[in-house]
């Protein structure tokens, strides 16, 4: 089984685990390993499932205010949750290729792998709930074929992109590409960088 093919194994199981319950306040039951990638693998994408949720949520016209605002700041951590589990994952392709000769003419790529997961697990729910959509009995035959055919894109894409994910790692085993990571400077997140916050 290849790096992608478990992924979208574990992004699947999160994305179905946390729809037993559909709530995004469920706690999240991980089923593996503390220090595994695949525990990394389920949280990155079980996190990305809750923050699906919350994007449907404020996006409610009635929504009260003081709720939204809370459901914000939700956002906001969740955000930051997410980067910090990317450069995790990032982590663990820097120490499992640390002994890669890397060669003279090796190049380097627009984004790190990890960063490219990030978007595998995306994908993965994009598919779920457009099947859902493609399925949903209360709507018009035409909605339907439209996110099927929508469903079948997403499909092809994922296949593409597992594709591409997967040669990127054989290309980095292989030393004719290497890993360089940029740790992300989410400046409005830090009082010393958000003129709104160090102003006051």
């Not at 503390?34 to 919350?54: A, G, M, P």
Request: charged share 30%; aromatic share 8%; with cysteine.
């Amino acid at each position: 089984m290849s790096f992608t093919e478990t992924c979208n194994r574990i992004f699947n199981q999160a994305i179905a685990d946390y729809h037993v319950k559909d709530d995004i306040d469920t706690p999240i039951n991980n089923p593996y390993e503390r220090e595994s990638i695949e525990n990394r693998l389920y949280l990155k994408c079980w996190i990305d499932t809750v923050q699906w949720h919350f994007e449907d949520i404020i996006r409610d016209p009635h929504i009260d205010p003081i709720e939204a605002l809370q459901l914000k700041r939700r956002i906001d951590r969740s955000n930051q949750d997410r980067t910090d589990l990317v450069e995790q994952i990032d982590s663990y392709f820097r120490q499992k290729y640390a002994e890669v000769n890397v060669l003279p003419d090796a190049r380097i790529n627009t984004e790190s792998p990890a960063w490219a997961v990030d978007r595998l697990s995306i994908l993965a729910l994009k598919i779920y709930h457009m099947k859902e959509q493609a399925e949903r009995e209360d709507a018009t035959a035409e909605h339907r074929q439209k996110c099927q055919d929508k469903l079948h894109v997403l499909l092809e894409q994922q296949v593409d992109l597992g594709t591409a994910i997967d040669q990127l790692l054989e290309d980095i085993e292989a030393g004719r590409k290497y890993m360089k990571v940029y740790r992300q400077m989410k400046m409005y997140n830090d009082p010393s960088t958000n003129p709104v916050l160090y102003k006051k």
